[in-house]
């Protein structure tokens, strides 16, 4: 269910960041495909063993990095042609987007208890992308507001990076926790052998 909520609002945060050309937008569009990522990661993973689940918290680890590195993209290119985005779409946008974070999150908060049982790395990073989101697009919803009354790209632009920092926090939180799983050095070995 959270998987498929946050790619359904993926498709309308692209469209409307295409439509007004906003960083912020697009960063919070990838972070909605990391997030459909990390969900179906889960899912397909609670139930297979704990090497298999450390495994795949690496990966989701570096998964959430994708966001962060297309924010940071986004705004040097924003940065150079300085247009700012229309605020009103902004603004009604990512209040749509906090909507669908919260419904996750809320969805989310059950497993999250759970997670030092099972899955740890997993649950933490789905419940993290959530938690995050919902700061995030509390941000966006000011960038827009502030570009209302200063219309100006910079809000925009400055929104997309503290994004981007966001996203790079939760990888290092998860990456931890995947590493306190076992052994990373353990599982390459083992593949390679």
């Known amino acids: ?59 989701l680890s570096f998964i959430i990095l994708v966001p962060a590195a297309a924010a940071f993209a986004t705004a040097v290119y924003k940065a150079v042609c300085r247009e700012a985005p229309e605020p009103f779409t902004l603004t009604g946008t990512a209040a749509g987007a906090m909507a669908v ?4 999150a809320l969805l989310l908060i059950r497993l999250r208890r759970q997670s030092t049982a099972e899955g740890g790395s997993l649950i933490r990073g789905a419940w993290l992308a ?18 209302f009354f200063r219309p100006v790209a910079w809000w925009d632009i400055t929104a997309g990076i503290i994004i981007a920092v966001i996203n790079f926090h939760a990888f ?22």
């Open 101 to 104: 974070n919260l419904v996750c």
């Open 1 to 59: 269910m959270v998987a498929l909520l946050n790619l359904a609002y993926a498709a309308v945060e692209m469209a409307m960041a295409l439509a007004i050309g906003s960083v912020s937008l697009f960063a919070d569009c990838v972070d909605f495909l990391e997030d459909t990522a990390i969900n179906a990661l889960v899912f397909f993973s609670l139930t297979r063993t704990d090497r298999i689940k450390q495994k795949a918290g690496f990966v």
């Open 172 to 193: 290092k939180e998860v990456f931890t926790a995947a590493k306190h799983e076992g052994d990373p050095l353990e599982l390459l070995e083992e593949e390679d052998g």
């Open 130 to 147: 959530a938690r995050n989101d919902v700061f995030a697009d509390i941000l966006i919803m000011a960038a827009g507001c502030a570009t």
